[in-house]
Nanobody
């Protein structure tokens, strides 16, 4: 089991920045990929960013590329999502997720992820 706790959400004006954190605990040694997803009211959960837990490529949705940066601190078992140039359409509940030994390469799919945090709300005002 892996437990994930997100933090760092809040209310920000358009053009502003926020940094989300996701602290992982439990069997993190079995984690392959960490991902960030978001879900706006009335919409499906969508992929934002993902990265290999032990290093390697980082992937981004086209809608956030160039504005968001995902990073990790393995010593702290924490991943981050730095969000700059925020837009009202970025408003959503942001989730952290972990994919384990059954990961098959579809980093953008919610079905790949075994563990989810409770989410942290990001609201961007215009």
């Amino acid at each position: 089991q892996v437990q994930l706790v997100e933090s760092g959400g809040g209310l920000v004006q358009a053009g502003g920045s926020l940094r989300l954190s996701c602290a992982a605990s439990g069997r993190t040694s079995s984690t392959y990929v960490m991902g960030w997803f978001r879900q706006a009211p009335g919409k499906e959960r969508e992929f934002v960013a993902a990265m290999w837990w032990r290093g390697g490529a980082t992937y981004y949705a086209d809608s956030v590329k160039g504005r968001f940066t995902m990073s990790r601190d393995n010593a702290k078992n924490t991943v981050y999502l730095q969000m700059n140039s925020l837009k009202p359409e970025d408003t959503a509940l942001y989730y952290c997720a972990a994919a384990g030994e059954y990961y098959s390469g579809r980093y953008y799919s919610t079905a790949e992820y075994d563990y989810w945090g409770q989410g942290t709300q990001v609201t961007v005002s215009s």
